[in-house]
């Protein structure tokens, strides 16, 4: 698991390789398995592995998502604000952030490559993708990921330096 977490790098080129039904399913449940607040889980998840809405998502989020055509998955987030908590509804955005970090490392540990394209809260791009599939006004789109087998020179030998000593602090600021 510590691996898993410590070597998660963007990746933003792939290979032609498919990613089958299992392998998605397995990404998703892993997205639907992160804690969420008072345990509303109020996401729901947009399947694209078809290359033309692919390619329409990229153009929706912008210039930073164009690797996304490439893809041969991408998964959009949604907040479901009818399911989120009453009293404290911005939660939905932790939650979902939490569900696409769980689905990146899910990606991770089956062998795939992935990149985070944001989205909420630029509200062009929720607009866009709002509008490309025609959700209605409860559903927000919160982020989309880009999923491949990797195919990145840069990324695979990108060191990571991971470890920042002076962002932490014991028992006082
Ligand atoms: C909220 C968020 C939004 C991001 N948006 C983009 C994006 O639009 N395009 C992109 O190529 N990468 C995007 N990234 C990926 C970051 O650039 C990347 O995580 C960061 O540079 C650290 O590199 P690493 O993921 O390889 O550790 C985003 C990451 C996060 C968490």
Same mark, same amino acid.
């Given at each position: 698991m510590l691996n898993t977490i410590y070597e998660r790098k963007s990746v933003r080129k792939y290979t032609d390789q498919k990613i089958d039904a299992e392998t998605i399913e397995k990404i998703l449940k892993a997205g639907m398995s992160g804690p969420t607040a008072v345990n509303a889980r109020p996401w729901c998840f947009i399947v694209l592995n078809e290359q033309e809405m692919l390619e329409k998502s990229a153009d929706a989020n912008g210039? !930073?998502?164009?690797?996304l055509k490439q893809a041969k998955l991408g998964i959009l987030i949604c907040g479901d604000l009818q399911r !989120?908590?009453?009293? !404290?509804? =911005?939660?939905w955005v932790v939650d979902c952030a939490i569900a696409g970090q769980n689905m990146v490392l899910a990606a991770q540990s089956l062998g795939l490559g992935s990149v985070w394209l944001g989205t909420w809260p630029q509200m062009d791009k929720v607009e866009r993708q709002r509008e490309l599939f025609n959700l209605p006004e409860t559903i927000v789109p919160h982020s989309l990921i880009a999923f491949g087998y990797p195919d990145d020179e840069v990324s695979a030998n990108k060191e990571k330096n991971?470890?920042? =000593?002076?962002r932490v602090h014991y028992n006082k600021w």
């Open positions: 210039r !930073a998502a164009q690797c !989120a908590f009453s009293r !404290a509804p =911005e939660y991971i470890w920042e =000593e002076d």
